[in-house]
């Protein structure tokens, strides 16, 4: 890739163009990402086949789902994206690859909640190298002007692998079994681990290769503090994390549409598992392309962050999710708010994913990316999951006619505090990325 001049030897204000191969390392990422995604979403969407041949109760098969995952999966998020910052990042994503894989045929085997929990929760550590090491990859690879686009592509994996997930539930789990499902998932992820281990290392004059572990983990620890000064140096990276927080408590309520769908909807799962697939694969994708390409677009002709078109989103979509959660059936409303809720979280991932990039030292980029994901997970998926799992049965104790609908209705709610920090975020934009600019240089000089 042609770089531009930076006296912080930074690509993020490079002017370049992406080289071919650029775009063919950014699918086989896209790919890994469906992988990761549909490895993730498997236990849920087999729910009532695992449930009942390991003979869980729901309270167990919520832990499997639940917190047993995000817990670890955020928690190392950071600590796998500062391993990222000073090791060969592609070997480490492989290994991450290969655990997870690994750990996902396994599962297929599980014959208790034990035998499923422990490959579940170490599931979560491998697949929490995955994106910050691919982001840190693909950053390298790509101009800065580009980084929305890069963004959007790498996370309509998203999408993809969730609807695949459905797809596989509807189509290939009738006539192969889940367990044979986890195994032939788990053996694909293990020959793509291969293949990416033996991807070159891109790191522009990395200062820790060769200069042995205990080396390299000093680093690590050295560059704690310098994620934190990045965070209280730039308001709009450190909002751009909580807009992405926010917006995740209204998809840890989506954690329970399944049993909303069935419970108080009445309606038959199986048709609408290959619908909702169906829609992930279309509304979602587009939701990532376009809202990488056009936050590109945003940023280019108003110098204001790519989040201000998630903004505009969440607005635009809001009075939706209000009346899709109180339909009370199939029809019109109900296709329109899953929609809705699929396209405005894949514009937010481009928007987000590449400001954060773009506000972080080079130093520390993918370790910033990894707080994003830890905070999300635990703090936005997490959290309103487990709130969610107590409102319903407060709700339900009190009386009320639809519980799940209530809970969804407050954490719909409550996630709208995302849209001024991604205001406040995207207007600080250009001021904080200027900022950062003559922070590097400085630190250079």
Not at 202 to 227: C, D, Q, W, Y
Not at 361 to 390: H, W, Y
Not at 396 to 413: K, N, Q, S, W, Y
Request: proline share 4%; glycine share 14%; hydrophobic share 50%.
């Amino acid at each position: 890739m042609t770089t531009g001049s930076d006296k912080g030897g930074s690509q993020v204000y490079d002017t370049g163009k992406a080289s071919p191969g650029a775009y063919g390392f950014l699918a086989f990422m896209m790919i890994l990402n469906v992988l990761n995604i549909l490895d993730r979403q498997l236990l849920p969407t087999f729910g009532n086949e695992i449930k009942a041949d390991l003979g869980l109760s729901n309270g167990q098969f919520g832990l499997l789902t639940g917190i047993m995952f995000t817990l670890l999966y955020g928690l190392f998020s950071p600590f796998m994206g500062l391993i990222a910052d000073v090791v060969h990042r592609p070997r480490f994503a492989a290994l991450g690859v290969g655990m997870w894989s690994l750990l996902t045929a396994a599962s297929g085997l599980a014959k208790s909640f034990v035998g499923l929990a422990v490959p579940r929760v170490l599931i979560g550590v491998g697949e929490s190298t995955l994106t910050p090491t691919a982001l840190s990859m693909l950053a390298d690879r790509f101009p800065a002007r580009q980084l929305g686009f890069v963004s959007g592509f790498y996370y309509s994996g998203v999408p993809l692998g969730a609807g695949l997930a459905f797809f596989t539930a509807a189509v290939l789990g009738p006539l192969i079994g889940w367990r044979n499902c986890f195994l032939l998932i788990g053996g694909v992820g293990l020959l793509l681990a291969i293949w990416l281990a033996f991807t070159p290392e891109t790191r522009p004059s990395s200062p820790h290769a060769g200069k042995g572990a205990f080396k390299a983990v000093g680093t690590m620890i050295s560059l704690l503090p310098e994620v934190m000064g990045a965070l209280r140096r730039s308001p709009a990276l450190l909002l751009t994390i909580l807009g992405g927080i926010g917006v995740h408590l209204s998809v840890g309520a989506s954690q329970f549409d399944s049993i909303w769908w069935k419970e108080e909807l009445g309606l038959d799962t199986g048709p609408l598992f290959l619908k909702v697939a169906l829609i992930y694969a279309t509304v979602g994708v587009a939701g990532n392309i376009l809202g990488g390409l056009l936050g590109d677009w945003w940023l280019k002709k108003t110098g204001q962050g790519r989040s201000m078109l998630t903004v505009i989103v969440l607005i635009a979509f809001a009075p939706i999710g209000f009346l899709y959660r109180l339909t009370d059936g199939e029809g019109l409303i109900l296709w329109l708010g899953i929609s809705a809720g699929i396209f405005q979280l894949a514009v937010m991932y481009g928007g987000a994913l590449s400001t954060i990039q773009e506000l972080a030292p080079l130093r520390v980029r993918a370790s910033a990316v990894a707080v994003f994901i830890m905070g999300i997970n635990v703090l936005g998926i997490g959290l309103a999951t487990t709130v969610g799992g107590f409102m319903v049965d407060a709700f339900a104790a009190a009386g009320r006619e639809r519980p799940i609908t209530d809970m969804m209705l407050v954490l719909t709610g409550v996630s709208l505090l995302s849209i001024p920090a991604f205001y406040v975020a995207a207007r600080r934009f250009s001021a904080d990325r200027e900022a950062l600019r003559r922070y590097e240089a400085d630190e250079t000089a």
